[in-house]
């Protein structure tokens, strides 16, 4: 049986095509506009309520939530049809909200500090997974307006191109979110980032750089392999002059290993032509990477490295980390808090 974010438009017109044809119009809008579940789509009568309820379960089975920063941080771990696992994080600011949302079960890209590469890849997700996530967040932001979808969390978002795209046209289509709030991240696959800089749709792009020369880069990033950062490079200004956008450039901060003047050096030299801006992200600790995160101190130092460099750099503030929902920490686990919160 479909999830009902499985269904395009034409499918769900041929499954309602004994109904009025105003009803098919009504269910969609409901889906995507009222991100509401068949159950509670009043406008339909209650047999036919109680009819798509029972043909199209929820893709997402919940397992746990669990949550942080005073109610601040949710994070879900989702069951999917097949026992794969995946996790989603929605987290409140003050000017807005964002959900990070899955789009692989696992990783295949193998970084090390990371958990989620760390567990190894499973399987793609569906272009309704993916959007299914994001109207879940929806509902549980109200009364706020989710404003922000960025696709960072589990796998790698343009190894799952088609499906990853599909979904974006439908959260900006079919759901109202502006382009300009949804952001892609990348470890750097270069045919991907060129796709992207020849779509029409001109959303964000975030590179997970963390090292910005090819030694240190093969160790953590083991992709720049086969796109080296000189690629890399030619690859983000192809999508930076297509595009019109500003570039961002994830670096997790790691202590000894890439937090030093000449690694700020070494960035800025990478990032300066790009007119890129770039994201400091202390390391969030996982079981299968020893090495600490960078101290307060350093990252401070790091970043006035940067900016003296020419660089526009900014600290990411950490969320989640209690339940291990913070960057580099979803490994589709059920987690305790570490404060002694949690589901």
């Not at 992709?223 to 080296?228: D, Q, V």
């Not at 595009?243 to 990478?270: C, K, P, Y």
Request: glycine share 8%.
């Amino acid at each position: 049986m479909p999830a009902p974010y499985e269904l395009v438009r034409e499918e769900l017109d041929q499954l309602l095509a004994g109904e009025p044809a105003y009803r098919s119009r009504q269910v969609w809008e409901s889906l995507h506009l009222r991100v509401q579940r068949p159950e509670e789509m009043t406008e339909l009568p209650e047999s036919l309520r109680a009819t798509l309820a029972a043909a199209f379960p929820p893709a997402l089975r919940e397992v746990s939530c669990q949550s942080a920063d005073e109610g601040q941080t949710t994070k879900w771990l989702w069951s999917l049809h097949d026992g794969s696992r995946v996790e989603t994080v929605l987290m409140h600011y003050p000017d807005r909200v964002t959900v990070c949302v899955s789009t692989q079960a696992g990783c295949a890209m193998a970084c090390q500090f990371c958990a989620t590469g760390q567990a190894g890849f499973q399987r793609h997700l569906s272009e309704g997974e993916i959007v299914e996530q994001v109207a879940v967040a929806m509902r549980a932001a109200r009364p706020r307006r989710l404003s922000n979808v960025v696709f960072m969390g589990m796998g790698e978002p343009l190894a799952n191109y088609d499906r990853v795209w599909s979904a974006v046209t439908r959260l900006h289509g079919e759901m109202g979110l502006s382009a300009r709030h949804l952001t892609l991240s990348t470890v750097g696959l270069v045919p991907g980032i060129r796709r992207l800089a020849a779509e029409t749709l001109p959303v964000n792009l975030a590179v997970s750089l963390h090292a910005a020369n090819d030694r240190l880069r093969d160790v953590l990033v083991p992709i720049n392999r086969r796109y080296p950062l000189g690629l890399l490079a030619e690859a983000c200004d192809e999508y930076v002059k297509a595009t019109g956008r500003r570039l961002s450039i994830e670096w997790a901060m790691i202590h000894d290993v890439n937090d030093q003047g000449n690694d700020a050096g070494e960035l800025a030299q990478f990032a300066r032509p790009l007119g890129a801006h770039v994201n400091l992200i202390p390391l969030n600790p996982t079981p299968g990477y020893a090495v600490v995160g960078s101290s307060a101190a350093r990252v401070r130092r790091f970043r006035d490295q940067l900016e003296a460099l020419g660089v526009n750099a900014t600290v990411r503030v950490t969320r989640g980390a209690d339940i291990d929902a913070a960057c580099g920490q979803l490994a589709a686990s059920v987690t305790l808090s570490r404060k002694g919160r949690g589901g």
